[in-house]
């Protein structure tokens, strides 16, 4: 460590970087327009970015058939459905102790990006449920955010990493399945087989059911 450069404070960093220019600085709304919620009814998948009363931060992965996702309240307020899992909820509380998200939303095969920052809470329950009934399911819990900021982010990040590109794709040549992964990281007791077999075909089919 005693030989890196670090960058500890905003004019180096603007020196490093540079300035931002015109189209970049300007591009962000406070409000949604129609392509922006064209945007949101074709996404299926999204990272919700929070951070506690410590500073500490959490991202999470939120994703849904597309159109059962997001539901569009108004011009500045998006729900996010919360469906069953592993009930760490780590970014929820989060929520509560500072409002303040930030939230990526992705269209699979696109590599630009429309990006969401605002203030969230959390609902238990409201007529809008009805909208995000997936397989018979109403959400847990719904994350509703005040949009502050809303704009697109170019593809640079994923042509460099060709994340779309099906010729990169080898999802275990250097990593093991999830099972192993369970089996060696998160002790249960379980072996790899019961663990392959909980990952299995069951596991999707309960993806709507708390477990």
């Known amino acids: 460590m005693s030989q890196w450069t670090e960058i500890t404070d905003p004019a180096a960093l603007i020196a490093l970087l540079g300035e931002p220019n015109e189209r970049a600085r300007t591009k962000e709304r406070t409000a949604l327009t129609e392509i922006d919620r064209a945007w949101l009814a074709a996404s299926p998948f ?10 500490s931060g959490d991202v999470s992965p939120k994703g849904d058939p597309a159109g059962s996702l997001v539901q569009v309240l108004d011009d500045t307020t998006i729900a996010i459905a919360e469906r069953p899992g592993n009930r760490r909820a780590d970014g929820y509380h ?3 102790a500072n409002p303040q998200v930030g939230l990526i939303f992705l269209i699979p095969g696109r590599g630009d990006t429309l990006r969401v920052n605002g203030r969230a809470r959390l609902v238990s329950d409201a007529p809008f449920f009805d909208d995000l009934v997936v397989k018979g399911h109403r959400p847990q819990l719904a994350v509703v955010v005040e949009i502050e900021q809303v704009f697109f982010h170019c593809s640079k990040a994923f042509l460099r990493s060709q994340l779309w590109d099906t010729a990169t794709w080898a999802p275990e040549a250097s990593v093991p399945r999830r099972a192993v992964i369970a089996q060696q990281l998160e002790p249960s007791g379980q072996s790899v087989a019961e663990l392959d077999a909980y990952y299995g075909k069951g596991y999707e089919a309960g993806l709507y059911e708390q477990r």
Request: proline share 0%; charged share 10%; hydrophobic share 45%.
């Open 94 to 96: 989060n929520i509560l």
């Open 46 to 55: 999204c990272l919700l970015a929070t951070s506690g009363a410590d500073g």
